[in-house]
């Protein structure tokens, strides 16, 4: 797999529910972030590895079962990405 920009859009549909359930809940839109995703190849037992930016910022998560949207929203919390 190659770095692939996606949108929020094109998440599993698990994943789109729990992040624009986690950006509502900070007040945020989806739109405000891009999202893109690549292989990990550091780690083999994640799918890959989504990599969010909004402005300035950037943060990269492994995927595995969706864990990914529980850090995306830790960081919210710490306003990593305000």
């Not at 739109?31 to 690549?38: G, V």
């Not at 864990?67 to 919210?76: A, N, T, Y």
């Amino acid at each position: 797999m190659e770095n692939t920009p996606l949108r929020y859009t094109d998440l599993p549909i698990g994943d789109r529910a729990a992040f624009e359930l986690v950006c509502a809940r900070h007040g945020f839109a989806p739109s405000h972030f891009d999202i893109s995703a690549c292989p990990d190849p550091g780690d083999a037992a994640h799918e890959r590895l989504v990599t969010v930016r909004r402005g300035g910022w950037a943060q990269s998560y492994h995927d595995h079962h969706g864990q990914w949207v529980r850090q995306f929203e830790s960081d919210l919390t710490c306003r990593f990405f305000k």
